[in-house]
T-cell receptor, first 114, second 113 residues
């Protein structure tokens, strides 16, 4: 069975500071990896995804993530956050033979303060 | 920009009642999904739907649940006899292809009393 663990439930960060959100997964088969963001009262929006190829993936809004197969991690980073980045961030995986079924982590609430 | 819409935004129902949650996926998408998030828990996959058939379903999606695409635009989730534990936020999503990005709706908050 596969699982997704987001190690931090809440991350407070000051505006213009960097942020890293941690995600680890476990799976006996190959996976695809995703980060989604949820702004208040909105649906989930895809930030970026890793399917194959380069392990460093760049997404929208200045976010990037690095796939590390040996550590089974897919951490999300942004070098300088804005107030508007306050949101909940979800890491998700899908198995390469069950693409449509996303399995989500518990989420990390990012709170950016001036 | 096209988006997935869901109605109602909040539904309150009594235990044992039937509810239908409605979704309008993005018009040219072919794959449709339902997820749910119980308060304080993870977002969980319920079901995927393609070509008027269920492609995959989770253990949660038992006989009390059904999905339907009654016309060319709507995608519905029916819960026949609601239980207290069905209280959750239900998200609809759609994608063009199975390997394409899933676009999520804003969710329907279902409260079973």
């Amino acid at each position: 069975a596969q699982s997704v663990t987001q190690l931090d439930s809440q991350v407070p960060v000051f505006e213009e500071a960097p942020v890293e959100l941690r995600c680890n997964y476990s799976s006996s088969v190959s996976v695809y990896l995703f980060w989604y963001v949820q702004y208040p009262n909105q649906g989930l929006q895809l930030l970026l995804k890793y399917l194959s190829g380069s392990t460093l993936v760049k997404g929208i809004n200045g976010f990037e993530a690095e796939f590390n197969k040996s550590q089974t991690s897919f951490h999300l980073r942004k070098p300088s956050v804005h107030i508007s980045d306050t949101a909940e961030y979800f890491c998700a995986v899908s198995l390469t033979d069950s693409w449509g079924k996303l399995q989500f982590g518990a989420g990390t609430q990012v709170v950016v303060t001036p | 920009e096209p988006e997935v819409t869901q109605t109602p935004s909040h539904q309150v129902t009594q235990m044992g009642q039937e509810v239908i949650l409605r979704c309008v996926p993005i018009s040219n998408h072919l794959y449709f999904y339902w997820y749910r998030q119980i308060l304080g828990q993870k977002v969980e996959f319920l079901v995927s739907f393609y070509n008027n058939e269920i492609s995959e379903k989770s253990e949660i999606f038992d006989d009390q649940f059904s999905v339907e695409r009654p016309d060319g635009s709507n995608f519905t989730l029916k819960i026949r006899s609601t239980k207290l534990e069905d209280s959750a936020m239900y998200f609809c999503a759609s994608s063009w292809g199975l390997k394409d990005e899933q676009y999520f709706g804003p969710g329907t908050r279902l409260t079973v009393t």
